[in-house]
């Protein structure tokens, strides 16, 4: 398989544009996921405190034998440790489970707008991670456009990434433009459509992988669907996290460097848009209210 193309973010810092996710892996599975997606050729990996298995991840890490450097490893900080000292404590707590020194992207889980002055003290504790040397890019996730200008009243840095749910049923114009204006790197989670049914949202939604109009045109690259949607997003310079614990479609993920969708089927993807969420909005509910505290290392 080819190597997967780099992407520059706003601070000189390079990822691959293609990560393997573990949102909704067991952490009892997830070293294992990770060993085989590491040895598969990914060397993006993308958790979060509030996954529960970011030991896992690290074991994996180790696992694979790559030198540190040869991966670039992001996590994010759940509201429950937002606020200055407890985003930087909520560092150390991942750093120590992961079994690494130094993070390659940290970012912000959700804005919470419910109680935003936490959510500027926890970006002002990555901004100092960052000034440290303890993580190498800062960022956030799930961040509209009017929390991206909130958060830039009182920021000294933009964010490296905003992480969003991202796919051809919902394309988010707006958020893309935000941070295309602020030098911000899109980054998709759900990026196949594949969160239908995220838990309290998104029922009965349809499988974005079933689509005919995606169908259509995997036909014709002799491709799959999820291939030609990552595609999609590769050749729109967008970073994407496709998740699976299937070594045949952890593979077939990874390999979608082969193939060019033309400007037309760029085109036909981008009119699929239905505008809905399959995942919770992120004005919609506090989500320190969700019952989830993250564990000491």
Request: net charge negative.
């Amino acid at each position: 398989m080819s190597e997967i193309p780099t992407v520059t973010l706003n601070n000189g810092v390079t990822l691959p544009a293609i990560g393997y996710g573990v949102f909704q892996t067991p952490p009892e599975e997830t070293a294992t996921a990770v060993e085989t997606a590491l040895k598969t050729g990914y060397r993006h990996i993308d958790t979060a405190a509030a996954y529960g298995n970011e030991r896992g991840v690290g074991e994996g890490l180790r696992r694979a034998g790559l030198d540190r450097d040869e991966v670039f490893l992001e996590t994010k900080v759940w509201v429950t440790d937002y606020g200055y000292d407890q985003t930087l404590h909520a560092f150390d707590k991942s750093a120590a489970k992961l079994g690494v020194d130094v993070l390659d992207l940290l970012i912000l889980h959700q804005p919470m707008p419910q109680h935003f002055e936490r959510t500027r003290e926890a970006y002002r504790a990555l901004e100092h991670l960052l000034a440290e040397g303890r993580v190498r890019a800062i960022g956030v996730s799930n961040f509209m456009p009017r929390h991206l200008d909130d958060l830039m009243d009182s920021a000294t840095i933009v964010p490296a990434v905003n992480q969003v749910e991202l796919h051809p049923y919902f394309t988010q114009p707006a958020v893309r433009a935000a941070d295309t204006a602020r030098g911000i790197l899109t980054q998709a989670w759900s990026p196949i459509g594949g969160i239908t049914h995220y838990p309290g949202w998104g029922a009965g939604r349809t499988n974005v992988l079933d689509d005919p109009t995606i169908a259509a045109i995997a036909a014709r690259a002799d491709r799959t669907p999820a291939q030609v949607m990552l595609r999609w997003h590769l050749q729109q310079g967008r970073s994407a996290i496709p998740k699976s614990t299937t070594p045949s479609r952890i593979a077939e993920n990874f390999d979608i460097v082969d193939f060019t969708l033309t400007g037309d089927e760029l085109a036909q993807l981008d009119g699929l848009d239905t505008g809905r969420r399959g995942g919770p909005d992120p004005d919609e509910k506090d989500p320190a209210e969700w019952d989830l505290e993250i564990p000491e290392a």
